[in-house]
Every structure is written in structure tokens, then in C-alpha cells.
T-cell receptor, first 110, second 110 residues
């Protein structure tokens, strides 16, 4: 049971490039979510999904897209990266209200 | 809009001390409150989950309380150890929205 996995662990992008952060969970959780963590701030919710085919926006959705084609996977897409998107990104899945987090992806946009 | 505040931002104590971390939130209509631990460069580890109908939860040397009416939660750590050094985050959940505090960075000195 791997829990919540994220790839890559580190990524450097140039402004305007696109990329997808991968997230997968093997616990059959319906609820999955993406957060970003910036220095001195708490985690902020970007997007979430309550099940395959259902996604919704969180607190800071601008500049990010998501889709949920399977229960296991919930990728986060940056279509045109900006320096303001430099952050650490965490994916989480939830069961019974309790959230379980992946190890994070540290993204730098130059 | 739910706002979550954690005070103090940093705390340093000698080994063996009992300590209390504080979390306050502005909207009492929450589904649950969860305490996490985050080690440097790592993801979040769930410590305790308190449902809105509960007043407290205990796990080993940790005890978390919840007072919804006053918008407060505390995390009590008994007999602190150097291995408890980490950042402690609280998060409140309402429906599908989860809001985090910025965390308390705890250092336990041998």
C-alpha cells in the first residue's frame, strides 16, 4: 500500500512552459485535492475532486487545470507557467474526513 | 471566509516539558479539524482528527481538544522529546473546503 504518490519530486520550468504534476493513490479514496504551500503561509486549496469525472475549484484555482478520469489518478496541469507558481505542491486523498498527503513536488518557475 | 490562525509561529522548549499549541478559526460551522506534523522538506503526517461532534482526541502523548463555539483547538504534547521537533499545522474542513493555519514551528532542545 503506497498511499499517495507524487511525481516528479523536483521540477524547474521556464516562464510560459507547460507541465503536469502527477498524483496517484491506491486507497480507493473518492476525494482528492491539490494544495500549494508558500513560505509563511498555510496550504491553500487549488482544486479538488469528489470522484471520477467530478472536479471543482478551491481557493486559488487560477492558472491550473485538473481532470479525474479514474479514482486513482488526479493530475494537475500548468498550461503556461508563471514565476508566481513557484511553490511546493501537495496532493491529498481523503476518507471519512481524514486527509492523507503525498510527499510533495517542489516547482521553480524561472 | 474561514481564517485559521496558529499562535505562536515558533516555540522552543527544553526536552521533557509539556506544551500546548493553539489553533483558532473564525467560522464555527466546521465538519472537522485535523492536526498535522510536517518535517522539513517532507509532506504532512496526520496526527489527530476531531469530528465536529467531538471534544477531544488522544493518541499516545498527544491530546487535541476542540471548542467550536469559541473557534479554538489546542494540541497538547506531553513530555516533549527532540524527535517532536517539526512544524505543526491545523486545518479545518467545511464541506469540501479545507483551510490551513500557517503552522507552529516547534524545537525541542535536548
Amino acid at each position: 500500500n503506497a498511499g499517495v504518490t507524487q511525481t516528479p519530486k523536483f521540477q524547474v520550468l521556464k516562464t510560459g512552459q507547460s507541465m503536469t504534476l502527477q498524483c496517484a493513490q491506491d486507497m480507493n479514496h473518492e476525494y482528492m485535492s491539490w494544495y500549494r504551500q508558500d513560505p509563511g503561509m498555510g496550504l491553500r486549496l487549488i482544486h479538488y475532486s469528489v470522484g471520477a469525472g467530478i472536479t471543482d475549484q478551491g481557493e486559488v484555482p487560477n492558472g491550473y487545470n485538473v481532470s479525474r478520469s479514474t479514482t486513482e489518478d488526479f493530475p494537475l496541469r500548468l498550461l503556461s507557467a508563471a514565476p508566481s507558481q513557484t511553490s511546493v505542491y501537495f496532493c491529498a486523498s481523503s476518507f471519512g474526513g481524514e486527509q492523507f498527503f503525498g510527499p510533495g513536488t517542489r516547482l521553480t518557475v524561472l | 471566509k474561514q481564517e485559521v490562525t496558529q499562535i505562536p509561529a515558533a516555540l522552543s522548549v527544553p526536552e521533557g516539558e509539556n506544551l500546548v499549541l493553539n489553533c483558532s478559526f473564525t467560522d464555527s460551522a466546521i465538519y472537522n479539524l485535523q492536526w498535522f506534523r510536517q518535517d522539513p522538506g517532507k509532506g504532512l503526517t496526520s496526527l489527530l482528527l476531531i469530528q465536529s461532534s467531538q471534544r477531544e482526541q488522544t493518541s499516545g502523548r498527544l491530546n487535541a481538544s476542540l471548542d467550536k463555539s469559541s473557534g479554538r483547538s489546542t494540541l497538547y504534547i506531553a513530555a516533549s522529546q527532540p524527535g517532536d521537533s517539526a512544524t505543526y499545522l491545523c486545518a479545518v474542513r467545511r464541506n469540501n473546503d479545507m483551510r490551513f493555519g500557517a503552522g507552529t514551528r516547534l524545537t525541542v532542545k535536548p
